[in-house]
Nanobody
Framework: QVQLVESGGGLVQAGGSLRLSCATS????????MGWFRQAPGKERECVTA????????YYADSVKGRFTISRNNAQNTVYLQMNSLKPEDTAVYYC????????????????????WGQGTQVTVSS
């Protein structure tokens, strides 16, 4: 069992930055690929970014490329999402998720493949 706790959300003006953290408990954090998803009111949950077990392979949605950066610290069982140049359309609840994968290079953009989810943290970007 893995528990995920997000933090770092809040209200920020357009153009500003936020850094989300996702602390995990349980064993073998390094055996999970990690992802950040978001869901805005009335919209489906979408994958923003994902990172492989080895902290090398990453995926970014087109809408956040060049602005968001995912990273992980396997020693501290934590994954981060640095969000720069925020836009009002980035407003959503952000969730981190863990996907147990056999290979250290794997990652997924599909929510149904993830095994564990955090409770979410609200990010609001004002114009």
């Amino acid at each position: 069992q893995v528990q995920l706790v997000e933090s770092g959300g809040g209200l920020v003006q357009a153009g500003g930055s936020l850094r989300l953290s996702c602390a995990t408990s349980g064993r073998a954090f390094s055996t999970y690929a990690m992802g950040w998803f978001r869901q805005a009111p009335g919209k489906e949950r979408e994958c923003v970014t994902a990172i492989s077990r080895n902290n090398i392979n990453t995926y970014y949605a087109d809408s956040v490329k060049g602005r968001f950066t995912i990273s992980r610290n396997n020693a501290q069982n934590t994954v981060y999402l640095q969000m720069n140049s925020l836009k009002p359309e980035d407003t959503a609840v952000y969730y981190c998720a863990a996907d147990k994968v056999p290979l250290e290079t794997m990652w997924s953009r599909w929510a149904y493949e993830y095994d564990y989810w955090g409770q979410g943290t609200q990010v609001t970007v004002s114009s």
